[in-house]
């Protein structure tokens, strides 16, 4: 009896937790959701985490295996990748990375969800492509955090 109710304590503090990242300021924030388009033979990347499961726990994302930055809940990068070539997005896992294949097409915007998963020992992540709308959508309330930081 005891020991569930430790282990259901001790998940809940696991997933209330709160992390955070640093952030752009406010001004580059809403520029970026203002979805210009990208520069010439580039496409645009939208790599966003909305959802509060697991708010302890930051995971890194790469794309082509260089650092775009560490998550926290409600944050969001914007990056920009060649066109018409397939790239390789990243995040942390429990145990290993998580990789997503992009084909792109030069002048277009993508939308990547960084979502956290129960674990066996702590959360993992993992990445889906979405909908320009639902991306657009998820990303209005959110705040651009800084490139570059990776934990490894």
Partial sequence: MFKKLGV????TLFFAGCSSV???PTEISN????????????????IYRDSMLGS???KDVWVNDNCVGETAPKVFFY???EGGKKHKLSTESEFS??????ETEAGKHYFVEQYI?????????NLELVSEDKGKKAIKPLKLAIQGTCSK
């Fill in 97 to 102: 990375p998580n990789d997503l294949f992009l």
């Fill in 31 to 46: 520029k970026a959701k203002q979805y210009d388009a990208p520069k010439e033979g580039m496409a645009g990347l939208y």
């Fill in 79 to 81: 990056t920009e990748v």
């Fill in 8 to 11: 259901s304590v001790i998940a």
């Fill in 56 to 58: 302890a726990l930051k």
């Fill in 117 to 125: 998963k129960m674990g066996v020992m702590v959360g993992g992540a």
């Fill in 22 to 24: 640093p952030l752009e």
